[in-house]
């Protein structure tokens, strides 16, 4: 990610930080689970607690952005936990799609192409991070 990008998905998540949680996770969820009804499945707690654990990762995430090497280990961590809750690499796909289109229903008018390459950029750059971790641990 270039420094421009990552100022850009530290700005536009700073809006919503001011949004309550549960509200964010909801709208990303709910059209996650549209999406790929399927995966519904793996979540045994409340979509409100769910909602709460990823916020609060995102706002690490995107705390770190500007020191990738102190965020890897972390997101690998995060990659083999998932991987014992049963995702797959090819999860990944669509829960991308469900936070791009999350950001741009939060950003309206505000959403550009710019925004939508540095959030893309950035998701890519995590989803690959935890997908090799997972591969790693399967092999």
């Known amino acids: 990610m270039t420094e421009e990008q990552i100022d850009l998905v530290k700005k536009t998540w700073k809006i919503f930080r001011d949004i309550n949680p549960v509200l964010v996770g909801d709208v990303f969820y709910s059209r996650l689970f549209i ?14 607690e769910q909602s709460m654990k990823f916020i609060d990762m995102i706002n690490i995430i995107i705390g770190r952005l500007d020191r990738l090497d102190e965020l890897t280990r972390d ?49 890519k750059m995590l989803s690959q991070t935890m997908i090799t971790a997972m591969d790693k641990k399967g092999s």
């Not at 999406?35 to 409100?48: A, G, L, W």
């Not at 083999?80 to 950001?103: D, M, Q």
Request: charged share 25%.
């Open 35 to 48: 999406e790929v009804p399927q995966v519904k499945q793996m979540f045994r707690i409340s979509k409100e």
């Open 75 to 123: 997101i690998e961590q995060l990659a083999i936990r998932h991987a014992g809750y049963g995702v797959k690499p090819s999860h990944f796909k669509p829960v991308g799609e469900a936070l791009l289109w999350t950001l741009q229903q939060g950003l309206g008018k505000d959403w550009t192409e710019e925004i939508k390459e540095a959030w893309q950029t950035c998701y």
